[in-house]
């Protein structure tokens, strides 16, 4: 890897924001000097975007990355071959055509980094109902990722001013989170959290457990989970060398967490983080996928269909997935060492 990072925006879905967005924000960025930026999709359909957002840029058709000219403000595309004329492709609907030049823009994306050729990859919004369209079975972007790279399972890691959110239970009702809620459960996303903090740079690796119920349960009158799962969950990875306490109430714990008294705080189910994190910074909350042996990070919304196509989108998001990605790509060795890919057919989809 190179003192200055390449990484590699994937253009998302062409109906949707995500090449006005990839074009916005390295339009608007022309002078950062700690990245190197290709884009992985369709020349044509970036060129559509520019013409909406930015007018005066200039798009580069590229083979691969290594072609890419940095010596001068352009935006470099390698091309996937997927639409070869951006009319095909109509704004803010769900098709095929679209959803296969996602997905290719991905599976080129992540070889690229696999190999080495880039060091990192930013994921724009993908349409799920399109990818399908496909005849992809993938529930989305994570699953796909994890399939292209072999990884035994991996974890969404949110990155919000310093703090880095996980998640013990994801896209479930909140229901069936609470039901699943159990000492293998919190166990499991206890170590995986701390190692997760520590390959992206958190020596002390300090991870705070939130509550489930009101107040940490008072004492079992708000619910038992506290007493019989979190707590005793917390002491054993505590025993074990872990610098883990909890659990915390969760109307304290993130703002304890954003003030730096932890690194990371473990959510129980995906509202009790997103709400939280997105609340306190929702353009400056990205995605990171910590157990991929490549880094990922990504914007943390969907396609924009409404919006597609009006210049309307913002990229503040895109802007701060790439600068998350520039700032993590130093620790792509560590990456690659803690998170090896396993051998084929036996990777665990979670």
Known sequence: MTNVPTLGVTQGDPAGIGPEITVKALSETENKADRNVVVYGDPCVIQRAADIVAPDAEV?????AADADFSRHVINVVDT???RAAEDVEWGKVQELAGRAAVT????ATAAALAGEIDGIVTAPINKEAIWKTGSEFLGHTEMLE????????????VVRGLKIFFATRHMSLQQAVASIDRDLIDAAITRAVTALRTFGSERARLAVAALNPHGGEGGHFGHEEIDV???AVEAAAANGLDVVGPVPADAVFHQGVGGVYDGVLSL?????????KTLDFDGTVSVT?????????VDHGTAFDIAGSGKASAKTMESALAVAADFAKFVPTIRRNYPPVTEGTATRL
């Open 105 to 108: 823009a991905i599976e080129r």
């Open 269 to 277: 189910y995906h509202d009790q983080g997103h709400i939280a994190s």
């Open 60 to 64: 580069k058709s590229i083979s691969r």
């Open 81 to 83: 071959g997927t639409v």
């Open 290 to 298: 910590a157990g991929l042996p490549i880094l990922r990070t990504s």
């Open 230 to 232: 979190l707590r005793p």
């Open 147 to 158: 399939s292209l790279c072999h990884a035994q399972s991996t974890d969404t890691m949110f």
